[in-house]
C-alpha cells in the first residue's frame, strides 16, 4: 500500500544501480546484499506505481519513470547528507576575513552569508569586496583568510565552485553603430571583463571604446540599464534586470565565467572550513546559473 513516504536508503539503492548499471556492483558499492537491493527497488517501485528499471543480461538501465526520479532522488539524498554533515559539525567559532570578487557580489554570496551568519552566530564574518586582483594580492599577504572570486585560468590555482555563461548586454532600447566602436561601460582597467570586452572585439576587427567606467557592478548593471552602453555580464545580470538584454547574437561568443575558492588549504581552523562548506552546499542549491 502506497505512503506517499519516499525512504532515504531505497533512494540510495536506486541511485547505486543507476550509477553502476547493475544490482551486484549497487550492492557492493553499498555494502548491502543483492536481495536487500532487490528488496528496496521493489518497494520504491511499489510506493510509485511504476517500474524503475529494464532488466536485461548486460546492463540494468532506467525506465522513463526511473530518469524522472533521478534528479529528485539525487537532490534528496544530497540535501538529506548536507543537512546531517552541518548538523553534526561542532558549532564554529572565530574570525574569518574574507575576500568576494566585485563581479560576484550582487545577487549570489549576500544571501549565503546571510544565512551563514544565521547558522553559525559564533563566528564573525569580516567581508572585503573588491576586483579579483586586489583581494588574491591580500591573501598571499596574509591580510585574508579566504576569497572567493573570479578564476581566469587553471594557472590561478583554487578550487572551481560555480560558474555562469557570459553575456554581452545592453539596455532593451539601446541602439549603436555597427561601423562604428562599441561603447563599454567597464570596471577598472584590471577588471578581467574589461580586457576580455576588448580583446574579444579586436579579434573580429571591431573597436571597445570605455565610454563609461565604474567601481562597482553594481553600478555597471545601472549604467547599462540607463543605455550609456554595452558590457560583458553573468547571465544572473539579465535574469536579475528584466530591462536587460543580451545582444550576443551581434558581438563575438564569449567563455563561461568561473567562481573560485583561493586560500581553503591554508584556512586551517574549523569556522573557514566550515565557511567553504556553507558557500559551496548554498551555491550548488542555486538553479537559475550552470553549476560545475
Known amino acids: 500500500m502506497a505512503t506517499n513516504q519516499l525512504e532515504l536508503d531505497s533512494l540510495r539503492a536506486f541511485l547505486a544501480i543507476a550509477d553502476h548499471g547493475s544490482f551486484t556492483a ?22 510509485l506505481g511504476k517500474p524503475l528499471f529494464l532488466r536485461n543480461s548486460h546492463r540494468t538501465t532506467l525506465t522513463p519513470a526511473g530518469e524522472l526520479l533521478l534528479g529528485y532522488a539525487r537532490r534528496l ?55 579579483s586582483a586586489d583581494l588574491l594580492r591580500e591573501l598571499r599577504a596574509g591580510a585574508l583568510d579566504l576569497v ?23 539596455a532593451a532600447d539601446f541602439e549603436w553603430r555597427d561601423d562604428g566602436p562599441v561603447p563599454l561601460v ?3 582597467p584590471q577588471c578581467p571583463y574589461r580586457r576580455m570586452a ?8 571591431r573597436t571597445g571604446e570605455v565610454v563609461y567606467a565604474c567601481t562597482s557592478l553594481l553600478g555597471v548593471e545601472a549604467a547599462i540599464a540607463a543605455g ?53 552546499d548554498s551555491l550548488t542549491s542555486e538553479s537559475s546559473l550552470l553549476k560545475i
Open 77 to 131: 539524498v544530497r540535501d538529506s547528507d548536507a543537512a546531517i554533515a552541518h548538523l553534526r559539525t561542532p558549532e564554529a567559532a572565530g574570525a574569518i576575513r574574507l575576500g568576494i570578487g566585485e563581479l560576484f557580489v550582487p545577487d549570489h554570496l549576500p544571501r549565503v552569508l546571510t544565512r551563514f551568519r544565521r547558522a553559525h552566530p559564533r563566528v564573525r564574518l569580516e567581508v572585503q569586496v573588491g576586483l
Open 198 to 205: 576588448i580583446d574579444a572585439l579586436a579579434g573580429i576587427g
Open 228 to 280: 550609456s552602453g554595452v558590457a560583458i555580464l553573468g547571465q544572473s545580470s539579465l535574469l536579475r534586470n528584466p530591462g536587460l538584454r543580451d545582444i550576443g547574437h551581434r558581438l563575438p561568443a564569449l567563455p563561461v565565467c568561473q567562481i573560485a575558492v583561493f586560500g581553503e588549504a591554508t584556512a586551517d581552523h574549523a569556522a573557514a572550513r566550515g565557511l567553504v562548506r556553507f558557500i559551496e
Open 26 to 47: 549497487a550492492a557492493t558499492s553499498i555494502g548491502r546484499t543483492q536481495s536487500a537491493v532487490s528488496l528496496k527497488i521493489r518497494k520504491l517501485e511499489d510506493e
Open 186 to 188: 567597464a570596471l577598472p
Open 148 to 170: 572567493v572570486a573570479n578564476r581566469e585560468g587553471d594557472d590561478m590555482g583554487g578550487r572551481v565552485v560555480w560558474a555562469e555563461p557570459l553575456r554581452w548586454v545592453a
